[in-house]
């Protein structure tokens, strides 16, 4: 059974910075499309950042320059590192896993079924 567990959110203020991860079982996090999503309160879902099988990334125009993804094979862990974060950052986090080989693996994929719960991450002016 995958399982996906998020970590590292909390409360920051404008300008701070917050590391989360996403401990993965079940699977290898090698091979996979692997992202992050984040949803604000009345807002849809915003894919965030993606890293696909070869290890290139995708950031979202809105983080760009700011946030950086990236994974711990040994650790089976996928990290969103935020940096310069915005009151606009402000939304629960959550990473998912997309194991089929062909598909898409950007921010603007589904999810699917194999994502965690979700982190909050609360951004102060």
């Known amino acids: 059974q995958v399982k996906l567990v998020e970590s590292g959110g909390g409360s920051a203020q404008a300008g701070d910075s917050l590391t989360l991860s996403c401990t993965v079982s079940g699977d290898s996090i090698t091979d996979r499309c692997l992202a992050w999503f984040r949803q604000a309160p009345g807002k849809e879902r915003e894919g965030v950042a993606t890293?696909?099988?070869?290890?290139?990334?995708i950031i979202a125009q809105s983080v760009r320059g700011r946030f950086t993804i990236s994974r711990d094979v040994a650790k089976s862990t996928l990290t969103l590192q935020m940096n310069s974060l915005k009151p606009q950052d402000t939304g629960v986090y959550y990473c998912a896993l997309e194991p089929a080989p062909f598909a898409l693996c950007h921010p603007k994929m589904d999810p699917g079924p194999f994502r965690g719960q979700g982190t909050q991450v609360i951004v102060s002016s």
């Open positions: 890293l696909d099988r070869a290890n290139r990334t």
